[in-house]
């Protein structure tokens, strides 16, 4: 059997979490693969609204493995939080989950490490969500993190007590504060006591074996393809790769496995935090489009930037993931207007960390009709109108065919298009 990705194309908030929890019926297994509590996957089930920071999002299935990957960097207090909410909700989580024992693990002091640095860029600041991510990514790649597979270790305690000397050391030069650490450390240790009750093995053994076995899995991917360390509007990017290749090196998987790659998009575009952003508005319309897209950061809670869809950015991303389908989200936020736009192209340096803010020179969109309708999730006939031009547009000048429109947050309200 063949892994298949979801990810975003876009800047994050494209709505992956809805989707893994609609296709979860159809895998047996689902797994992210990169990302850590920076990630705010909502689903939204009958009345409840639920946000996913960590586990992946076919918790709430329950005859669904959910794999935390090598690659994801894991906060234990955060992890913690959240199966006890999903407790709450009346899911047993720990049944349903398996923890790579080499996911790096996120101690408080990194998170006072990435507040102090952000800080200290001033009006330079990228929006990090303060989360302690790229912190924990540097120790990883500083080979000096500690990992999930620690806990069990037998020196656990002093290998935990030498990194937080060192961090302190790294925050205070900084110009941070150490003094939370009195409380934060030992809600960390009663975090990783709660962890120990999962099962944490080398989950790379697991899904080989699975696929051999003939199972079915879904690879998750957080954040969005623009906000690749690599190949994102760096610096103002995530601290690791969010492509279809990060699900290789995140889970351990061969490309020989990767079978479809599963692009999600938002009809118009979003970014939180900083960094530039081509097609982005600053008008009534933008404003408009934010508040019907309820347009707020699902883990810092911050507004978003508002833009039409930029397609230049859509095609650059589905190159290098090498997307085979698209799912179109979120058309329902477009209904209503009399016209709309989309960014066709404008000059490379636009995308760049160093873009002039507000520069729009050599920028050329396309104006395109509105539509008013409604879909019906039963009838595929109901793409009319200005949402089929809009759809059409898209697949033409991307060259993939757009397989699920979807019109609200609800499982139910997703459109299957036909070929």
């Known amino acids: 059997m063949a892994v298949d990705i979801i990810l975003g194309l876009q800047w994050g908030d494209e709505g992956k979490g809805k989707i893994v929890d609609v296709l979860s019926p159809r895998y047996e297994i689902i797994a992210r693969f990169q990302g850590g509590p920076n990630a705010g996957h909502t689903l939204e089930i009958g009345d409840t609204k639920h946000v996913l920071h960590q586990v992946p ?13 090598n690659g994801v960097v894991l906060d234990p207090v955060v992890f913690k939080k959240e199966i006890d909410d999903l407790s709450a909700l009346g899911v047993d989580a720990v049944p349903r989950i398996i923890v790579s024992n080499k996911a790096s693990l996120i101690l408080p002091t990194h998170k006072l490490i990435d507040k102090a640095q952000e800080a200290k860029k001033g009006d330079k600041k990228i929006g990090s969500t303060l989360r302690g991510i790229g912190p924990a990514y540097q120790d990883k790649y500083g080979r000096a993190s500690l990992r999930v597979g620690d806990i069990l270790s037998s020196d656990f305690e002093e290998r935990l007590k030498t990194i937080v000397q060192h961090h302190e050391v790294v925050i205070k030069n900084l110009g941070g504060e150490t003094g939370e650490l ?21 989950t790379e053994l697991f899904l080989n074996k699975a696929l051999d076995e003939g199972r079915s899995v879904l690879a998750e991917g957080a954040q969005g393809s623009l906000l690749d360390i690599d190949f994102g509007s760096y610096p103002f990017v995530t601290s690791s790769n969010t492509l279809s290749s990060g699900a290789c090196s995140g889970l351990g998987v061969s490309p020989r496995r990767i079978s479809s790659v599963i692009g999600i998009f938002k009809a118009y575009a979003t970014r939180v935090g900083s960094g530039p952003f081509p097609s982005e508005l600053f008008d009534e319309t933008g404003k408009k489009i934010a508040e019907k897209g309820h347009e707020f950061g699902a883990t810092t809670g911050r507004p978003r930037r508002v833009g039409w869809l930029d397609l230049k950015a859509l095609k650059y991303s589905c190159m290098l993931n090498g997307v085979t389908e698209l799912f179109m989200m979120k058309v329902d936020v477009l209904e209503g207007f009399d016209s709309l736009h989309i960014l066709k192209n404008y000059p490379d340096a636009a995308l760049d960390g160093n873009a002039v803010a507000g520069n729009r020179e050599g920028f050329d969109y396309v104006e395109l009709e509105g539509w008013n309708e409604s879909l019906n999730p039963t009838d595929p006939t109901s793409i009319s109108g200005g949402l089929e031009a809009y759809k059409s547009y898209i697949e033409t000048h991307v060259g993939i065919p757009i397989k699920l429109i979807s019109y609200g947050p609800q499982r139910t309200e997703s459109l299957w298009v036909e070929d």
């Open 57 to 69: 999002s076919g918790i709430f299935h329950e005859e669904k493995t959910n794999v935390i990957g």
């Open 182 to 202: 009195s409380t934060l450390i030992p809600e960390f240790r009663e975090s990783c006591d709660f962890l120990k009750r999962f099962r944490i093995e080398p």
